[in-house]
C-alpha cells in the first residue's frame, strides 16, 4: 500500500485514476485547480483521499502538499489537454503544462519522491512516418499541445539525469469512454444516435488512428507506475491498431439499431473542424507489453459499447 499524489485528480483521466488506485488499496492525494462535488463526495466517503486545491502554476502551494503528505510517487495527469484547447489559449497551455511540470519536478526534488508518470501523448510524434510507429519515431509536434508535452518529457530526462529521479512518460492516443468532456469523437456519434437523430461529419473518416478505451489507458498508467526497474522512460499506450474515422461510426451504428451516422471519406480530419489533424496510425505496444505486461481488453467495439451502456446509465439517472 502506498501513498499516491495523483495531479489533475478533478479531470476525466485523473478521476479515473484515483478510483482506480483507491480499488487496488493505495493511499490517493489528489490534487487539482479546482474541487468538483465528485472528488469532494469520494473524500467524504473515502479516508484513504486527501483532496487539495493547488495551482502548480504557484511554487508554494506545490510544495506544501509534499511537505504534509508522505508521498511514494506521483501520476501527472494535470494539463491543458487537447489540440483545440491547447491553440485556442497556447500562453497558458506554455504555463499549466510545461512551468506546472517544472514546479512538479522541483518539489519532487527538493522532498526525495523519486517516481513521476507523466500522462504524454501521441502529439509528440507529430506526423506519423508509418502507418504503425514505435517509441524511437522523431519527435516533431505539428501542435501547441504535443510541443507542451514534448517539452515536459524533456524537461523530465533533464530532472532524472540530474537528481536521480524517473520520469516515466505514458504516450495515450485519442482516449475515449464514458462521459469523456470534449465533444470529439466518439462521443460526439455516441450522444447523436442514442437522440435518435443522424449526424454527419463531412470529412476526414479515412484517418487511421489508434483509439483507446479509458480503463486499458488507466491500467497502462499504473503497470508503469508499479514496475520495479525501467530500462526505458517512455511507452506507448494504445491498442497498436488504428481504425478509422469511419470505423468507429460504424461501431456506433452496429450497437444502436436505426443510428445514422455518416462521415466523408474526403478531406483531412480537423479537431473540432478548425485545426487538421497530424498524420495518425497506430502505436506499437510491444515495448509495453513486454516491459510492463500490458495488454489491452477493449476493441473498438467493445469500448464503444460500454461507453453507450455508460451513457445511457447516466442520461437515465438524471431524468428519473
Not at 485519442?174 to 437523430?197: D, S
Amino acid at each position: 500500500m502506498k501513498t499516491i499524489l495523483v495531479t489533475g485528480a478533478g479531470g476525466w483521466l485523473g478521476a479515473e485514476i484515483v478510483r482506480t488506485l483507491l480499488e487496488r488499496g493505495d493511499h490517493v492525494v489528489a490534487i487539482d485547480l479546482l474541487i468538483g462535488e465528485s472528488l469532494a463526495r469520494l473524500a467524504r466517503e473515502d479516508a484513504r483521499v486527501q483532496v487539495r486545491a493547488v495551482d502548480l502554476g504557484e511554487w508554494h502551494q506545490v510544495v506544501a502538499v509534499f511537505r504534509a503528505h508522505a508521498i511514494d510517487a506521483v501520476i501527472h495527469a494535470a494539463a491543458i489537454v487537447g489540440v483545440i484547447q491547447a491553440a485556442d489559449i497556447p500562453i497558458k497551455a506554455l504555463r499549466v503544462n510545461v512551468e506546472g511540470s517544472i514546479n512538479l519536478f522541483e518539489a519532487m526534488r527538493l522532498t526525495g519522491v523519486k517516481r513521476v508518470v507523466h500522462i504524454s501523448t501521441e502529439e509528440t510524434y507529430g506526423d506519423f512516418q508509418s502507418a504503425l510507429i514505435d517509441e524511437e519515431h522523431p519527435q516533431k509536434p505539428v501542435s501547441v499541445y504535443g510541443v507542451t508535452k514534448l517539452a515536459v518529457e524533456h524537461y523530465g530526462r533533464v530532472y532524472s539525469r540530474d537528481h536521480g529521479f524517473e520520469c516515466i512518460n505514458a504516450r495515450t492516443c485519442w482516449v475515449y469512454g464514458p462521459h469523456l468532456p470534449r465533444l470529439r469523437v466518439p462521443r460526439t456519434f455516441v450522444e447523436a444516435a442514442l437522440r435518435g437523430k443522424p449526424y454527419h461529419l463531412d470529412q476526414g473518416g479515412d484517418l487511421a488512428v489508434d483509439q483507446v478505451y479509458i480503463s486499458d489507458t488507466v491500467a497502462g498508467v499504473l503497470l508503469a507506475l508499479d514496475k520495479a526497474e525501467h530500462r526505458f522512460d517512455s511507452y506507448n499506450i494504445a491498442t497498436g491498431l488504428a481504425p478509422t474515422i469511419a470505423d468507429a461510426a460504424q461501431a456506433v451504428n452496429r450497437a444502436i439499431p436505426g443510428a445514422r451516422i455518416t462521415v466523408g471519406s474526403t478531406g483531412a480530419y480537423a479537431h473540432g473542424g478548425v485545426v487538421r489533424s497530424a498524420i495518425k496510425g497506430a502505436l506499437d505496444i510491444r515495448r509495453a507489453t513486454a516491459e510492463l505486461g500490458y495488454r489491452p481488453q477493449y476493441t473498438l467495439q467493445a469500448g464503444i459499447e460500454a461507453t453507450i451502456d455508460a451513457t445511457r446509465a447516466a442520461w437515465a439517472g438524471r431524468t428519473s
